[in-house]
């Protein structure tokens, strides 16, 4: 047995399940938190896999066409959160290296969802959809683009290098539609009913955008030697 081989043996497992809608600045924000808290810790005898999850937040979102991002805050969460809970979330996200801004459209993200799920499939999939998400995230959240747009999610494709063809033809197609819608209502069945939902090792289970330390506190309570 090769020292290589070895070492992977030795290997600790740390798999959490990241269930996310991608119009979810708090998701945005739990994902670099989840990447300060993995900064902090000793990951070279750690095989880390990182799995993300569909949920919709706003089902009814129009799956053709979209609408004027703050009207519908304004229709769904009332004037006033608009006011005050949008430059909160702001100051917020420059803590965390994100620059909000909350103009542009906003439509159904089930393609985007199909689209993570699809880039799963490939080769070296799990790195492909967090790769993905980055894109995803940053091009809703800080360039205002629309994620229902499909020509938006071929070019997020691009950036992380598959075909545009490839993608535009899958995007038309109904390919993984009914696993995606399965996967989302199994969530809710499980009693998902507000995102991030962090899932370690299959034991833990952490709701919301929780600090660095929150992380590193589940990753020992599942047993790793951090």
Partial sequence: ????????????????????????????????????????????????????????????????????????????????FVKLRLPAMIETGKQEGIHFSFGGKIGSTFDSHRLLYYVKQQENGEKKQNDLINVLFRYYFEQEQDLSDHQVLINAAEQIGLNSNEIKEFLQSDQYKKEVKEEINQNQRDGISGVPNFRINDRIELSGAQEPKEFIQAFRKVGLNI
């Fill in 1 to 80: 047995m090769s020292n290589s081989q070895k070492t992977n043996e030795n290997k600790q497992e740390l798999r959490i399940d990241i269930i996310s809608d991608n119009i979810c600045p708090w998701c945005y924000i739990g994902k670099r938190r989840l990447e300060k808290a993995l900064s902090q810790i000793n990951t070279s005898m750690i095989n880390i896999s990182i799995i993300w999850h569909p949920f919709e937040l706003d089902p009814h979102l129009p799956r053709n066409g979209s609408l004027v991002k703050l009207d519908r805050y304004k229709q769904k969460f009332g004037e006033e």
